[in-house]
Every structure is written in structure tokens, then in C-alpha cells.
């Protein structure tokens, strides 16, 4: 988590977890979306609060159940007194065929990650930045270039892919290793065209930024590109499917559709979140 | 008839014997006297050869002020910065090897300098600026990218030259590769890491010390039309080439390439004033250290060797609340081998040079 906070020139996001909750929620995996859930009983669901739950299980090193046992019941150094007596043996180390409950023999969808372009380029910087991104194909620009302060692309690139690797790939490798079925990783939605729309339905940690001004359109959709470019090649890295946004929910310029917009500034809705499960069922099963 | 000579009632440090002190090596100290002192707020900016990087670093651990306009966008991670050359100098202007290279910049900063090739094709769809080849790992994805950050480079580098109070500029080589058509020089031959060599087009020169110190002056001069006060240090990097031109053992090259250099700055120091040479060359070639400042390539300069140059540095020029001696990060590496690593790892510098044999 702490990672995810550190990327951020909104250093001043200040409650991390509340990114999570809503990225969760707002992606429509709770709510009404967990009846269609229950239809792929195959498929383990993971994001990044969801990954605080099976993580420290996952890959062998059992020391990690027993820091999440001391961290749920303020056990201090508990684990550490039990490593130094010899107290944990091989008989503790969990069978590889099940982590908390779950059966090795599914698939696995992450949805880590998500805000990263977000945090980013959904308000201005301080410091106005553009880049120059080499697959734009969309008539979308804006007018102030010149006087912004031009970011080469690899540079974002890196950024981007420094952060993901360390955010989510890295602590997501076991896992991707221990399901035997197929693991896929969502990229997030395409941002959402209007400014107007954003502004009305502004996160209130995006308010406490120091700029209130919301990024040019073309800047957002670059940045959701990228980034999107950043995951399909840390997919391939870690040998995963990256599974895009789903055509139908696109615009032609690359922007989320209006009807799939949620009711604040960076998330799809549910109906978005069927077409989702739809192109999952389509790949997975 | 009295006994005398001329060399009588001379201060020590004239004498071979009596000019390193008792106690070991690491106490050799070239330097006699300096014509400035270095506040802790004045604003230091630094460019030349792979050595000055050394240099630019020690500075700003040391509490100089090391002056950087151009540190990179602030929502960028420091890790991706440094692997993309900012901080290194105060602006991304990579290695200026030459004189020459120098007062090209000087000129692409101040005025009228426009090449006629100035972007070259490098792998992948990718571009490669002639003048910073390695400033971009990776190269540019336009263009027009490379342009615009080449531009913007300018504007950050016009600021801290502008503003500077002590230029440091290391002197690394006399060979260089030049554009016949309008003298473009560039910090590696073209091909080596972009473009490709056309001998109708391109050209090799080794500057002679009339070159250098002519295109040295003109600098000087060019730079303190703007800013009248500023101090200059000349140095010359101690690292020996990594491959020469001529039909020549390198190491005879590189030995003619310091000697060109060293007498060039001297003769430059000579005629302007506040301008001091250095003796960092002659700290880590000095016969005493019997060339363990040298890396296993004989070649890449050892950290204990960059701190030593830089304590005298310390020494001479520091004054106010600069702290002589050791950085902490050498201090530890000498008593943990996996720091040593580390530091090694800090101190690993953008040399364009390396990438002839790439």
C-alpha cells in the first residue's frame, strides 16, 4: 500500500486505504456485481485490499501468516520469539494447494493498481508537464504545449513501470505462480472526457491537492495509454494476459463512454463492470 | 664570491623530497594557493569530461552549493531521474569532452549555433541526439521530442550559466569527431551510438593546444559577457582515453591528449583573471599511489581517489560551513565491502567514451 502512496506527486493523498475501498467498490466487484461473482466460483478476485487478506500467505514463507496473526491481535514480536525457539517447523508451513481457504486450481484476476495515471495527470501538476506519446492516434490535443514543461516519454514510461513492478507485480508474482489456472490482470477504465463531469464529481482527496485545476483531456487520455502500454508489457514480463478495457465501454477518441461513467471522477460504474465479467467468462472459461 | 643559487630558502613544496610530508600518500597536496574561496551559497555549476561527474557529485555532498536548474519534473521518482542523467550536471547536457564541444554549447545557449544534422536515427524508431548521445537511455520517441527537450535543456543550462558564481569545468580530450559541412562537433563519432559514419560528411581532429586554448578563451569570454563575475576552475580528467583514432597505442595518445591539455590550461589560467587550475590530474597520476586511484581497467578512477582530490578541494576552496573530509558514504565503504559496492554504484558515471566498444 505504502508503495502506491509514494508514487504520487499528490503526495498529499493522505489515506491510501480509502483509494483502495473505492477502487473495489467503484470497480463494481462488491455490491452489485458479487452475485455475478458467485456464478465464477473459479476465479479469485484480487485487489489491492484483498491482497492484504491472502498476500502474507502466499509463496511458502510462512513467517508472513504469523506477522498478519501479530498484526490483527497487536501480538508484538510474537513471531520473532517463535523463529528464535525453533517454535515454527515444517509441520506449520501452509500445503500449497490451498492459501486462506482457496483452492490453487482457479484463476486469478488482479485489479491492482488502477489509479496509478490517476495520481498522476487527473489535476494539474504544479509544475504543467505534456509529453510526446508515439501511438497517438487520437485528435485530441491541447493548446498550451509550448509553454508546459515536456517530460520525454521513457521517462514516464519508467516511472510508471518502476512503481507497478514494485506495487503490484513484484508482491503479486507467487500468487500468479501458485494459481494453476490462467492469471489476468485488468487494465483500469479510460478516463472520463469531461472536465466538467470530473470537476462536479471530484474525490475528496483530489481536493486537497495544491492545483484544483483538472488536466487537459488529451493529457489524461496519454497518460491512460501509457500506462495501459506500461501493464500489457509487465504482463508479458511476468508471462500473465492483460486484458484491456472492453471495446464497447471506448469512445472512438479512446474516452470512457458517458453511460459508463460512476459517480465521481476516475471510476466505471457497474455496467461496466458486466462488460468486464463478460470478457472475463470469455477468456477464462 | 658568495655560495647561492636560486633554489635556496625555497618553500618546500618546490622540492620533490620535502613536498609530501611524512605519513603516506594520502597527504599529497598540489595545490599552493588559490585565487578565490568557495562560499557554502555560491552557486556551483560543473561540466566537462566523466570526471567532472565525480566532481558535481563530492560538491554537493560536500555542502557546496551545487547549482542544478534542471532537475527533472517533480512527480518523477528520484531513481528514474538519476537513471535518466538529471542532477548529474545543472542541466542534461551530458559530457562536453573538448573545448571545442564547450564553446559550441556555449554558442547553442547564447546565440547562433544551429547544426545542420542535429537529430540522429538510433534503433527501434528511435532518436538519438548527436550532441548528448547517452543522455537518453532508450533515445527520444520523436524528433520533435528530442528537439523540444533539447531546447528546454538550453533554457535551463542559459539559467545556471547566467547565474552561476564558479564554473567548474573539467578538460577530458583533444580528439574529436566533426561535421566538415558546418564543424558540428560531437562527443562521439557518428554511428557509435547513433547516425552513421559518413567519411564524405564527417572528420576526425586532435585539437592542438593552440585550438584548445583559443576556443577556451573565447568561451571564458563568451560566458562572462553575461556574467562578468564569474569564477572559473579548470581541471583535467585524469581518466585515459578509452580508444583513440589514430594509428596509435592508446595509452600514447592519451599521454599526448593530457600533455595538450594540461599545458593548454595552464596558458589559459595565465592570461585571465580568477581563473585557477586544479591538480586533480595530478593527484591521481602522481607516482606515489602507484596507480591504486585506478579501477581494475586501469582506467575508471577508484572512489579513495575521487575523495582525495576532493579534500584538497575541500581544503583550498571550502570555507563557512562546507564540511572537509570524507563524505560519509566513503567512510562507511572502507569498513563494509557491500557498501563499497554501493558507493561504486554511485559513483558510476555517464561516459559516453564506453560506448566505442559497445
Redesign the interface.
Given at each position: 500500500m505504502s508503495h502506491i502512496g509514494a508514487?504520487?506527486?499528490a503526495n498529499q493523498l493522505k489515506e491510501e486505504p480509502a483509494f483502495s475501498l473505492i477502487n473495489l467498490r467503484r470497480l463494481g466487484i462488491r455490491g452489485g456485481w458479487l452475485n455475478e461473482q458467485r456464478k465464477l466460483k473459479d476465479v479469485v478476485f484480487y485487489d489491492s485490499l484483498s491482497n492484504k487478506e491472502l498476500f502474507p500467505l502466499i509463496g511458502g514463507r510462512y513467517h508472513r501468516f504469523f506477522e498478519a496473526i501479530e498484526s490483527f491481535f497487536h501480538l508484538n514480536r510474537l513471531s520473532s520469539i517463535f523463529f528464535r525457539w525453533g517454535w515454527l517447523s515444517k509441520r506449520r508451513k501452509p500445503k500449497k494447494t490451498r492459501i486462506a481457504g482457496v483452492s490453487a486450481k482457479k484463476h486469478f484476476v488482479s485489479m491492482m493498481g488502477g489509479q496509478l495515471h490517476n495520481i498522476?495527470g487527473l489535476m494539474e501538476?504544479t509544475?504543467k508537464?505534456t509529453?510526446?506519446?508515439?501511438l497517438d492516434q487520437h485528435d485530441e490535443t491541447f493548446t498550451d504545449c509550448m509553454e508546459r514543461?515536456?517530460?520525454?516519454?521513457?521517462?514516464?514510461y519508467?516511472?510508471f513501470y518502476?512503481?507497478s513492478k514494485i506495487a503490484i507485480f513484484e508482491p503479486l508474482k507467487d500468487t500468479f505462480n501458485f494459481f494453476e489456472g490462467k492469471s489476468v490482470h485488468l487494465c483500469p477504465p479510460p478516463p472520463i472526457r469531461s472536465n466538467e463531469y470530473i470537476r462536479q464529481n471530484l474525490d475528496p482527496y483530489f481536493k486537497e491537492l495544491p492545483s484544483s485545476e483538472i488536466a487537459p483531456p488529451a493529457l489524461r487520455l496519454r497518460l491512460y495509454q501509457l500506462y495501459c502500454l506500461v501493464l500489457k508489457d509487465l504482463c508479458v514480463e511476468y508471462g500473465i494476459v492483460c486484458l484491456p478495457a472492453p471495446e464497447q465501454a471506448v469512445c472512438e477518441k479512446g474516452f470512457l463512454i458517458d453511460d459508463f461513467r460512476n459517480n465521481d471522477c476516475t471510476h466505471a460504474n457497474e455496467k461496466y463492470g458486466s462488460l468486464v465479467f463478460e470478457q472475463l467468462k470469455g477468456y477464462l472459461l | 664570491m658568495k655560495f647561492s643559487n636560486p633554489y635556496l630558502r625555497k618553500p618546500n613544496h618546490q622540492f620533490w623530497k620535502k613536498a609530501f610530508g611524512r605519513g603516506g600518500e594520502s597527504l599529497l597536496d598540489p595545490v599552493v594557493s588559490t585565487s578565490f574561496k568557495i562560499e557554502n551559497t555560491d552557486r556551483v555549476v560543473t561540466a566537462g569530461s566523466c570526471f567532472a561527474q565525480h566532481v558535481a557529485r563530492y560538491l554537493t555532498n560536500a555542502g557546496f552549493n551545487h547549482f542544478v536548474t534542471e532537475k527533472?519534473?517533480?512527480?518523477?521518482?528520484k531513481?528514474?531521474?538519476r537513471?535518466?542523467n538529471y542532477g548529474i550536471f545543472a542541466a542534461r547536457y551530458g559530457n562536453l569532452y573538448t573545448s571545442r564541444q564547450l564553446l559550441q554549447f556555449l554558442k547553442s545557449v547564447y546565440g547562433d549555433f544551429k547544426p545542420l544534422d542535429d537529430a540522429w536515427k538510433g534503433k527501434a524508431e528511435r532518436w538519438i541526439d548527436p550532441f548528448r548521445p547517452n543522455i537518453?537511455?532508450?533515445?527520444?520517441?520523436?524528433k520533435?521530442?528530442l528537439l523540444?527537450?533539447r531546447r528546454?535543456m538550453l533554457g535551463f543550462a542559459r539559467e545556471a550559466l547566467s547565474n552561476a558564481q564558479v564554473f567548474v569545468f573539467t578538460l577530458g580530450l583533444t580528439e574529436c569527431w566533426l561535421d566538415k559541412r558546418d564543424g558540428s562537433t560531437y562527443p562521439l563519432a557518428p554511428g557509435v551510438s547513433g547516425g552513421s559514419f559518413d567519411d564524405e560528411i564527417h572528420e576526425f581532429k586532435n585539437l592542438s593546444v593552440d585550438d584548445i586554448v583559443g576556443e577556451m578563451k573565447e568561451s571564458i569570454q563568451l560566458l562572462r559577457e553575461v556574467n562578468p563575475e564569474l569564477k572559473v576552475i579548470l581541471t583535467v580528467s585524469p581518466v585515459p582515453l578509452n580508444a583513440t583514432a589514430l594509428d596509435q597505442h592508446v595509452w600514447v595518445s592519451t599521454t599526448y591528449s593530457k600533455a595538450v591539455l594540461r599545458v593548454a590550461a595552464e596558458q589559459i589560467c595565465k592570461e585571465f583573471d580568477r581563473i585557477d587550475y586544479f591538480p586533480s590530474y595530478e593527484i591521481i597520476t602522481a607516482p606515489h599511489h602507484k596507480s591504486a586511484y585506478y579501477g581494475p581497467d586501469f582506467r575508471e578512477i577508484q572512489p579513495q581517489g575521487v575523495e582525495h582530490v576532493m579534500r584538497i578541494f575541500l581544503k583550498h576552496y571550502g570555507q563557512g560551513d562546507i564540511q572537509e573530509g570524507v563524505p560519509e558514504e566513503i567512510q562507511d565503504s572502507r569498513e563494509n565491502d557491500k557498501q563499497t559496492q554501493k558507493i561504486e554504484g554511485m559513483l558510476e558515471v555517464l561516459c559516453d567514451e564506453e560506448s566505442i566498444e559497445q
Open positions: 508514487l504520487t506527486h498522476f501538476h509544475v508537464f509529453f510526446h506519446f508515439p514543461t515536456q517530460i520525454p516519454y521513457e521517462v514516464i519508467a516511472h518502476e512503481h | 527533472g519534473h517533480p512527480a518523477i521518482s531513481k528514474v531521474l537513471e535518466f537518453q537511455p532508450g533515445g527520444f520517441v520523436s520533435q521530442e523540444q527537450d528546454q
